[in-house]
């Protein structure tokens, strides 16, 4: 009998203490998202989530996290949010309940099913903002219908409804070698996948860190990156090949020998014949690309536009590879593309209001049409009409006025078969024209 009851405390104990454990974590876990939700993201966002898994490994993860933006307003979904640590300890500490300053030996935050609808407030801001960033460079582009720059438009003509993304991002160190090992993997389903990592030896925290007397410092190795097309590409091809009425091959030979400028505003660079000839290749058959390089330390972001173009790919230890075949000829120059106002109308994106209902204005069936100058300020009594805004700067930009909201006019142009949207603050308008309807006098016309 003592034995038996020494089995059942056995048994019991651990159990017991296993599922106060894991009850303890979910608290802790529903504790966190309570605390985010109230605290950070109250003011842009709503958030809501299901069920919580802990284990004690050192992974917790939630799922069908809803996120409702409160402007713009739209919905952005999570199938499951996992985040992953050595063990328990290390959990805990992340929760806010273990004072522990040692760095771990590995830890990830993994992101599944991130889905953002096509058919949305949100995609809407998006796509006005690529048209506006299109209207800037009309002209540059001469295949695509002009399309420098692919929206939520363009994706859903590919035949997307959503971008859903699985992401990966996190560290591990080797404690042996002192390495440790930055990554990220990023995928777009049924678009393309991303994987980026580096690595930096004689770093500093971990176990071995005090048996080293002089430990050496950190050093960077080369950042590798590779992007592998999940039908994205494909699409897009056979989309501007359709809207430049050509073949496929047609447009893969007539895109890669497009203009200096082309390249200077979409890639920043001017490619010389390898990268053009491989940029070909890559169209036609796209599988991937692969980059390697390496960062000395006396060279930025910031002061690499100071050397030679013919200096960089050596001085960076540049590799590229398309398809697994490298690229022996990475010639390139510089050259300066139009202006794109992208930072400003980033910044209008999320600061915006719902546009208005726009009033009617009945026409009379016999009238005649002319533009008549109106006071700027005025604009708001025009809404739906065209108009012509002439800036400071010279620029006429002439459209429909569909929309007033604070200092911006937003006039619809049709331009390459698609509509564009440009913002244009009222503080730079120097005469605005509206075009008016005045209806006809036939009695003027009868004889006396």
Known sequence: MKIRTL????????????????????????????????????????????AIETSLTGEASVHDIRIDLRHPADTVTIEQLIYDTPNIWFLMRDLGEVNNARIPESQHLRVKGLRLDLYGYLT??????????????????????????????????????????DADLGFDIDTITEELTWSLQLAARDMFALQAKNTFDGFLGTPLQELVPTP??????????????????????????????????????????????YF??????????????????????????????????????ENLGRFRPEEIPTLLALQIRVNEQPVTDLAFRFQPGRQNRLASRFRRLFTDEPPPVPKSHPRPRRYVERYHPVDPTRLGDYLEHEVRLHTDKGQRREGTLIRLSGNIAYVQQSIHHGEFVMQVPLSSVRRAEVLLRTPIDDSARRAP
């Open 264 to 301: 200077a505003n979409l890639w920043g660079i001017v490619p010389g014949p390898g990268l053009r000839k491989a940029y070909r290749q890559y169209l036609t058959d796209p599988r991937s690309i692969e980059v390697s390089l390496e960062w000395p330390e006396d060279v930025t972001p």
């Open 124 to 165: 809407d801001q998006v796509e006005q903002l690529v048209n506006g960033m299109n209207l800037d460079l009309a002209g540059v582009n001469r295949l695509c219908g002009g399309r420098l720059f692919m929206g939520p438009r363009e994706l859903r003509d590919m035949g997307y409804d959503a971008i859903v993304i």
């Open 7 to 50: 089995l059942i405390i056995l048994i019991a104990v651990p159990l017991l203490a296993y599922g106060s454990v894991k009850l303890y974590l979910h608290a802790k876990v529903d504790d966190f998202m309570t605390h985010l939700a109230h605290h950070h993201l109250a003011p842009l966002a709503t958030l809501r989530w299901g």
């Open 216 to 261: 050496h410092p950190v050093r960077s190795g080369p950042w590798r990156i590779r992007v592998a097309d999940r039908d994205y590409v494909k699409r897009m091809v056979t989309y501007c090949a359709r809207l430049s009425d050509m073949g496929i091959s047609e447009y893969i030979q007539e895109e890669a020998r497009q203009p200096d400028t």
